[in-house]
DNA sequence: CGTCGTGGTCTGTTCAACAGACCAATCGAG
DNA sequence: CTCGATTGGTCTGTTGAACAGACCACGACG
């Protein structure tokens, strides 16, 4: 989408936010940035994304502030920025309206704000406490949606137990 | 992106949703539908959108019954089904991230309440009765962040009073 | 010392987006 | 009725992004 990325001359911030994370890829890496993977070779096993596109777009997003590149002895780690926090109303919106149009047996994950130990509502708000709560208090578990194939790696495995969101499965 | 856009193998709602929505302007044309647009030639005012690539976007989106398509007299009409309605949290949350992320000045539109009269906060939902109401009970304005020059063609402008969402611009 | 994993770069190919020409149907003005 | 503008497209040639896959430098491990 690149050259096209710039919607430009768009008084919108809608176009503004899809210059960022519209383009193809973009906002599954930060899906899986939520979910705790950090490392390059882990992006692509999830993704089955062309090495140079996968550069690319790591790259552009650490550019936009999104994400952040930490080196970490022979490997790197990209985590997530606050700026890139900060997506997760959007993420968990798409991720719903997805759930409600292409899921018949409800949401394929579930989401837990950790504090009051309740499942938040398809707004995203914790019934307990009335917030919104952000990714950092939530703990995922696969919802009554979800697939039933064995995963297709160990990574993906891991992804599928109960975890706390931007938790890093990797030291 | 749409050779690459069936995210195949993911059991994920998101890679759904992106299927449907992910693709370029697909969701500048949902929001242009929230706002009121229905025409083909208004669409590509507003957009700079080839002609081919709007009818593809436009045929995909009614085929994912985001869209439904009225013949109405000389013309067509492009309106959000009920499944397209409910795309409008993720738009306001794309939103809003787009504006926190590129704006000084505060969010480039409002939305308030119709029925409470107040505007909506941050995570869509309206500070009186405490719901996330649905767009068609939304107005929408101009907010402090909007650019200042002046509009390029006569729709956007009115594109830039307030009006009620859903709401379409000609009959 | 060989080999595996990591994190890339480089090359050739394919396919979607683009610009712009063209066109049929309809509508309003004269 | 006729003329021109508008609408809602299709078609063609070009460009550029994504893709598959080869290659490579570095470090860890056995």
Redesign the interface.
């Known amino acids: 989408?690149a050259l096209?990325t710039d919607?430009s001359?768009?008084?919108?911030?809608?176009?503004?936010?899809?210059e960022?994370?519209?383009e193809?890829w973009s906002?599954?890496l930060v899906?899986d940035a939520f979910l705790g993977v950090t490392r390059f070779s882990d992006f692509r096993r999830r993704l089955?994304i062309s090495k140079a596109v996968l550069t690319q777009r790591l790259g552009s997003l650490v550019e936009?502030?999104v994400l952040e590149r930490r080196m970490h002895g022979g490997h790197d780690a990209y985590v997530l920025t606050p700026?890139g926090e900060?997506?997760w109303?959007?993420?968990?919106?798409?991720?719903?309206?997805?759930?409600?149009?292409?899921?018949t047996r409800g949401?394929?994950?579930l989401f837990r704000h950790l504090p009051c130990d309740v499942d938040v509502d398809v707004?995203?708000?914790c019934p307990v406490c009335?917030a919104?709560p952000p990714a950092a208090e939530l703990e995922t578990r696969p919802g009554p949606?979800?697939?039933t194939?064995p995963p297709?790696n160990p990574l993906s495995a891991r992804l599928r137990e109960p975890h706390r969101l931007l938790a890093p499965l990797r030291e």
Chains 1, 2 share one sequence.
Do not use: E, H, I, N
């Not at 001359?9 to 899809?18: F, I, T, V, Y």
């Open positions: 989408m096209g919607y001359g768009q008084d919108c911030s809608l176009a503004k936010a899809l960022v994370v519209g193809r906002l599954l899906r089955d936009a502030g700026s900060a997506l109303p959007a993420v968990y919106a798409l991720m719903r309206w997805g759930d409600a149009t292409t899921s949401p394929r994950r707004s995203g708000r009335r919104t949606g979800a697939g194939d297709t």
